[in-house]
């Protein structure tokens, strides 16, 4: 994964509510750290990025500047396609066009070309061509926050779906293209993001599956978003099922190495902060652990692999990102 960076577009997709966006902003911020010329583009109405990092975009759709060396845009797959047929069409305005009932015939009758013409729309951000968008797009890197994982291949099927109907012409040259960026391991990598429970990572499974049979790819990388660290030798966690009252405890067992005022040889059991406490870290051993069964999972298909910690903060505002960002740096 060391070259991961140096690719021109990484697509990350995933189950729903994995952290996404989450992800694609740490990997532009360390790329831009990086020197990189990066934009993070959003699929839908997306404007998370601007928000997070306090930045209004001058119009829709425009490819704003966030900071230095880092850009995102919002791409309305609905939007992309108007354009380009506005652009066969001439003077006629999209008003005009949305409305005389040709967009939806075309969008009705030409399967995944929604789809289609998104992926034109960030292929022209790899190649700096300025068609993409309005504004600057020389990018080194274009980091696609891709939709959930079933309308993400959808996406990525799109240049074999439409290639069936369009032989001729420039939309069929720039569909070949598409085609030939998304199948080259030199230009483009493909990420899951998972968290780690076992109906992400297995929606991370049939990602790579759906990757096979779709574009004849596999996932570079897999990212787990929110991966609790194993706090607990054997022996601490034997001396915790002691301290809520259901194990005997000698007082060289006891936390502070001391004797029970009383004279006893194990903690009251009546007590309910220790009960609690001990409760608590047994609880949260026994989910890292079965986290960390969910990261064997990935690793035993040899996938790499690359845990993200859970941040114990009230939001993911900007700090947080900057610090998954730096987690990241040290694996990329």
Do not use: C
């Not at 966690?237 to 194990?266: Q, S």
Request: aromatic share 4%; glycine share 10%; no cysteine.
């Amino acid at each position: 994964m060391a070259s991961l960076l140096d690719r021109k577009l990484l697509v990350l997709t995933g189950k729903g509510g994995v952290g996404k966006t989450t992800v694609s902003a740490a990997l532009g911020l360390l790329a831009a750290e990086r020197g990189l010329r990066t934009i993070v583009v959003e699929v839908g109405e997306q404007r998370r990025l601007g928000e997070l990092f306090g930045v209004v975009p001058v119009q829709a759709g425009a490819q704003t500047e966030l900071r230095e060396n880092l850009w995102s845009v919002s791409l309305d797959p609905d939007r992309a396609l108007l354009e380009w047929l506005q652009s066969l069409g001439g003077r006629v305005s999209g008003r005009v066009l949305a409305s005389s009932g040709t967009f939806q015939y075309f969008a009705a009758a030409a399967p995944g070309a929604r789809e289609l013409i998104s992926m034109v729309t960030i292929w022209k951000l790899t190649e700096g061509k300025r068609g993409a968008r309005k504004g600057r797009s020389d990018y080194d890197l274009v980091i696609l926050d891709a939709p959930a994982t079933g309308h993400a291949l959808g996406m990525l099927h799109s240049p074999q779906t439409f290639g069936a109907i369009a032989r001729v012409g420039p939309i069929a040259s720039q569909t070949r293209q598409v085609g030939e960026l998304l199948a080259d391991p030199a230009r483009s990598a493909y990420l899951a993001v998972a968290l780690p429970t076992e109906m992400a990572v297995t929606e991370a499974l049939e990602l790579q599956e759906g990757l096979r049979q779709q574009i004849d790819r596999s996932l570079d990388a897999v990212i787990v978003n929110g991966t609790l660290p194993r706090r607990f030798s054997a022996a601490e966690l034997e001396r915790i099922d002691g301290l809520d009252g259901t194990a005997p405890l000698t007082g060289g067992d006891r936390p502070d190495g001391g004797d029970r005022p009383d004279g006893g040889d194990r903690p009251d059991a009546s007590d309910p902060v220790m009960r609690s406490a001990a409760l608590a870290a047994r609880a949260v051993h026994d989910r890292a652990s079965f986290q960390h069964n969910q990261l064997a999972r990935l690793r035993r298909r040899d996938f790499d692999v690359h845990p993200v910690p859970f941040l114990f903060v009230p939001e993911l505002d900007l700090a947080a990102i900057e610090r998954i960002a730096g987690h990241l740096s040290k694996q990329l």
